[in-house]
């Protein structure tokens, strides 16, 4: 299966700015799909980003115009990059990969945005 590790996650001030990184094992021409999703404590993980084949994307509503989801071919990385980050942008992100062999998680990462 595909082997995602994660990071970048880590404690900012109310709107401050992170990247999250999420490095596959395998070539991202082989992965149908990817997206990050993130899950408070006590609530339902929910999908945050996603990005399509074709390169299209998919937002959450709430993180529209200040996230941006990407990704890089060559060193076959997801990115999240994450602009105005509210308090209730806090949460476990997890790197998600939908590939022929199956669909793999990362580890998730850590968001915190508190003064």
């Known amino acids: 299966q595909v082997q995602l590790v994660e990071s970048g996650g880590g404690l900012v001030q109310p709107g401050g700015s992170l990247r999250l990184s999420c490095a596959a094992s395998e070539s991202i021409f082989s992965i149908y799909a990817m997206g990050w999703y993130r899950q408070a404590p006590g609530k339902q993980r929910e999908l945050v980003a996603r990005v399509s084949p074709g390169g299209g994307t998919t937002y959450l509503p709430s993180v529209k115009g200040r996230f941006t989801i990407s990704r890089d071919n060559a060193k076959n990385t997801l990115y999240l990059q994450m602009n105005s980050l509210k308090p209730e942008d806090t949460a476990v992100y997890y790197c998600?990969?939908?590939?022929?062999?199956?669909?793999?998680w990362g580890q998730g990462t850590q968001v915190t945005v508190s003064s």
């Open positions: 998600n990969a939908v590939a022929k062999s199956g669909t793999s």
